[in-house]
């Protein structure tokens, strides 16, 4: 499993703007449960589902207006 880590500019606190909201929905579209941060999201995937969520989150973020995206994979546990 892989925790998928993103923050999504432009950045207004407490308001997410359609660019974070989409990306959001794009990964849970697709099975991922995102855990809604107040500076970035995350969720955990499958190294199966990985480049397809990330794909959705990046394409979807800019699609709806986003200036930058920073993502960030991390191996979580074993990954034998």
């Known amino acids: 499993m892989l925790l998928l880590e993103f923050t999504i500019e432009p950045f207004t606190e407490g308001n997410p703007g359609p660019h ?9 579209a697709l099975g991922a449960v995102v855990e809604f941060g107040p500076f970035g999201s995350s969720c955990t995937v499958s190294a199966d589902q990985v480049g397809q969520v990330s794909g959705a989150v990046l394409a979807a973020a800019f699609a709806n207006g986003a ?3 920073s993502l960030h994979a991390e191996q979580l546990g074993d990954p034998a």
Do not use: D, L, Q, S
């Not at 974070?20 to 849970?28: K, L, T």
């Open 20 to 28: 974070v909201r989409a990306a959001v929905a794009a990964a849970e």
């Open 67 to 69: 200036t930058h995206v």
